[in-house]
């Protein structure tokens, strides 16, 4: 079984800056992929930004030059710097972890953080 402990969400101003961090734990010997979606009220959850073991970023053209997505793997937490911070960026954030490989699971699996509110007031 794999926890993933989020912080880092809260409340700031239009232009301000916040720091997401995803910290996983358990048996893991290895995650593909590790980033960020989000979920805005009364929209679908959508992808902010991933990055593979490898370097290989995939990220949302709104968040292109104001976010950056980078991990420790020697860790496995994944972490979201976001600058130039805007009302619309207003959402819960979720991390996402793809293709984690532990102990015990016979396949890669998929998990998802319970979630962490940023409020980005005008």
């Known amino acids: 079984q794999v926890q993933l402990v989020e912080s880092g969400g809260g409340l700031v101003q239009a232009g301000g800056s916040l720091r997401l961090s995803c910290s996983a734990s358990?048996?893991?010997?290895?995650?593909?992929?590790m980033g960020w979606y989000r979920q805005a009220p009364g929209k679908q959850r959508e992808l902010v930004a991933t990055?593979?073991?490898?370097?290989?970023?995939n990220g949302a053209d709104s968040v292109k030059g104001r976010f950056t997505v980078s991990r420790d793997n020697a860790k496995n937490t994944v972490y979201l710097q976001m600058n130039g911070l805007k009302p619309e960026d207003t959402a819960v954030y979720y991390c996402?972890?793809?293709?984690?490989?532990?102990?015990?699971?016979?396949?890669?699996?998929?998990?998802w953080g319970k979630g962490t509110l940023v409020t980005v007031s005008s």
């Open positions: 996402n972890l793809n293709g984690v490989r532990t102990t015990t699971d016979t396949y890669p699996m998929v998990y």
């Open positions: 358990g048996s893991i010997l290895s995650i593909n992929e």
């Open positions: 990055r593979t073991s490898g370097g290989r970023i």
